[in-house]
């Protein structure tokens, strides 16, 4: 056992067409930003759609231990009472993110904003991952790093400004991660924080913070970044917050219909927030029958109902910098791939090797245990498709990674053998009913 928890194997079988409406949960990256503005606004925030999987559930005990009172009043519609800016309370035990990479990151803004100590860790993956693109920044925003495992990972302890400082930074690699943290960390800083990227990544910390009341703009930076501006030390005021059904598990079922022959399936409200649905615009270039039946606004985001038919793909070039708006789904985008006719070529994914796992090992891994052949040059990965004739029959290693798991389901749902993964236990950390849904639409899993 690789977490210290049984592992829970799952197999998925070749299925009949998928049919049927559903709707994926709320977006996780809302659902953690929520409840971080939800903490550092006086007054209670109202949000409903909320993403209930286990990876912003410690958000949210995070952010009770800094000082939040936060209910659950129904399924996915929790009510969040805030301690306003500057004043958190400091923690008394570790913050434990489990295999949250972005919580932790956000979160470690927040406090470092605060002069408060606190002490985060997480599980075996988020162990492994990078913290020193978030301490970095903060250390030069008068964050102290009191203590942190080799390389700058957790369990750390930092120690947050006592007065924090603005800082102009330009993030070395297009995080929406690093720049939220630090935009958090400035929220408690007197003059202005500025982020320079030079490839955009998703917004939905500025969108969020200008709808709370912040002074916050962002303009354009050379051909693909953006400079955004925050005034510190605003008054937040609290806003009903509706999140919208999440892109990244949307491509799930997605993928699965465009692979399974006959399928046509409708995925509701889905957000198209331009910054999130590279995968979209790759898999129509791929040819793929994607359809939007009501574009509409929701929740300050756009969204549409996704009509999905299965298609006949073929390979394409994905460009290096398209990578941050699809950042999440080059697993099941390589399954899609797998299914296409001729090659496809995914540049510049070096951002994978340092997620929930190397994605990109594990992905390459998994394309070799079903009879896929690829190979990956420098940071780019190249898939040959072989138009339908998947042998499967593989089992798939997921390294705690919900992401790999609920990619090589999907490719079982097609494949001529079952495809079996090791352990599916962290898909609850962002789709908790991805099973029960799948299943709904007509996929076979035991
Ligand atoms: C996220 C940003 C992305 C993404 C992650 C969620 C966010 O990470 O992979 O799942 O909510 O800010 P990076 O910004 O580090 O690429």
């Known amino acids: 056992m690789s977490h210290g928890f049984e592992m829970q194997p799952m197999q998925a079988r070749k299925s009949g067409p998928l049919t049927g409406r559903v709707r ?33 559930l410690r958000s949210a005990a995070a952010a009770r231990a800094l000082g939040a009172d936060i209910q659950r009043v129904g399924p996915g519609e929790w009510r969040v009472n805030g ?11 570790t913050l434990d993110f489990g295999n949250a990479g972005t919580g932790s990151r956000l979160m470690m803004g927040v406090v470092g904003g605060h002069p408060i100590r606190a002490t985060f860790d997480g599980d075996a993956s988020l162990r492994k991952r ?27 302890t930092i120690q947050g400004a006592r007065e924090t400082i603005p800082i102009t930074y330009e993030t070395p690699v297009a995080s929406a991660q690093i720049k939220s943290a630090i935009l958090f960390c400035g929220l408690n800083a007197p003059g202005e924080t500025i982020v320079i990227e030079a490839e955009a990544s998703r917004d939905h910390t500025e969108k969020m913070l200008a709808y709370f009341g ?37 491509a799930f079922p997605m993928v699965a219909a465009l692979i399974v022959p006959g399928s046509d399936i409708v995925i509701e409200s889905v957000m198209m927030n331009p910054l999130r649905i590279g995968l979209i615009t790759t898999l129509r270039e791929m040819g793929a029958r994607i359809e939007e039946l009501d574009r509409r606004i929701e929740g300050g985001e756009e969204v549409a109902d996704l009509r999905v038919r299965h298609s006949l793909l073929k390979g394409v070039d994905v460009p290096a910098e398209r990578a ?16 296409a006719e001729g090659e496809t070529r995914m540049n510049g994914l070096q951002e994978l ?44 290693k997921t390294h705690m990674d919900h992401r790999i798991a609920m990619s090589f389901l999907v490719m079982g749902l097609a494949a001529d053998r079952d495809v079996g993964v090791d352990d599916m236990s962290f898909i609850a950390t962002s789709f908790p009913d991805f099973i029960p849904l799948m299943t709904r639409l007509g996929g076979q899993f035991a």
């Open 24 to 56: 994926v949960p709320g977006d996780k990256s809302i659902s953690h930003r929520a409840m971080i503005l939800g903490l550092l606004t006086i007054g209670e925030t109202h949000v409903t759609g909320l993403l209930e999987g286990e990876d912003v």
């Open 83 to 93: 301690m306003g800016i500057g004043t958190l309370l400091e923690p008394s035990e």
């Open 130 to 156: 990078p913290m020193g693109r978030i301490l970095d920044p903060l250390r030069k925003m008068g964050v102290e790093v009191i203590e942190a495992a080799e390389g700058n990972r957790v369990p750390l």
């Open 214 to 250: 912040a002074e916050i703009t962002s303009t354009p930076h050379g051909a693909h970044g953006r400079r955004i501006t925050l005034k510190g030390q605003p008054e937040l005021a609290p806003q009903p917050i509706a999140v919208p059904a999440d892109p990244s598990s949307a």
């Open 324 to 339: 941050p708006s699809m950042i999440d789904e080059y697993p099941v985008l390589a399954v899609a791939a797998a299914f």
């Open 353 to 396: 090797r340092v997620k929930e796992s190397d994605r990109l090992q594990a992905v390459a891994d998994g394309l070799k245990a079903n009879g896929v052949t690829h190979r990956i040059e420098g940071d780019d990965l190249i898939v040959d498709g072989l138009s339908r004739n998947i042998r499967g029959g593989g089992s798939v």
